[in-house]
């Protein structure tokens, strides 16, 4: 019953290159590590939401949702709390002119917003206002808790490592080439971030998922009504 993260950042790029300097770069100096440009990082938290569109079956089979499979005795998920994000970033370069007609370029300033959010995944066969329905939302909400104090956390651990790849210059043929280098940095610096800080949220989630948790339901509201939730879902 936890969580995905973080489903990769959409970059959407906007740029201002500065005109190419008059004075010719050393062309062996460039590619090199350069003065760490201005990066600023801000993660806006939106409010959780809840999804009834999926049912048993389908979010006990996808691998793209982080449900505790090692977990003893577990076979299926009724409730899944996920994370959905998605990235803006806004960022200028300046260049210079090679020795040997190339172009030297690098980033100067750049600035990244994640927009992050919980969602809520209750198993669409689970009546409303049942006693299951009310236990699978008191353990969701545990991981929308534990979300809205990862979230924030998230711009400390991207910063440093998108500043430490950005810190390069590159060698193109042309702005737009260089642009489309330095985008692609930019790109892969902040989704492997990403990925770090999902991994890290993970396993800080699981810790919420023992088997104890998991046998919550079976206990208060029956293990009667879950079976029989279980197979109105259908095979697994």
């Known amino acids: 019953m936890r969580s995905d993260l973080l489903g990769g950042l959409a970059l959407v790029a906007a740029l201002v290159a500065s005109l190419l300097s008059s004075t010719p770069a050393r062309a062996d100096a460039c590619g090199g590590a350069i003065a760490p440009p201005t990066l600023t990082v801000r993660t806006d938290a939106r409010p959780p939401t809840q999804d009834h569109s999926r049912g048993v079956a389908s979010l006990s089979k996808d691998g793209n949702l982080a449900v505790p499979r090692g977990l003893e005795n577990f076979r299926y998920a009724v409730g899944v709390t996920a994370a959905d994000a998605t990235g803006h970033t806004e960022w200028d370069m300046q260049g210079q002119a090679l020795p040997d007609g190339r172009q030297c370029w690098w980033i100067t300033q750049a600035k990244i917003i994640a927009t992050v959010s919980t969602r809520v995944f209750i198993a669409k066969e689970i009546p409303r206002g049942s006693c299951l329905w009310n236990e699978v939302v008191k353990h969701e909400a545990k ?76 206990k208060i509201c029956g293990e009667a009504a879950v079976s029989a939730i279980i197979q109105r879902a259908g095979p697994m």
């Open 143 to 218: 991981h929308v808790h534990l979300d809205q104090q990862l979230f924030p956390k998230m711009s400390g651990l991207i910063r440093p490592r998108v500043l430490a790849a950005i810190s390069h210059s590159v060698v193109a043929r042309s702005q737009a080439e260089a642009r489309t280098l330095l985008g692609a940095l930019l790109s892969k610096a902040t989704r492997q971030a990403v990925s770090e800080f999902q991994r890290a949220r993970d396993a800080e989630q699981l810790k919420i998922d023992t088997a104890a948790e998991y046998s919550r339901p079976n």
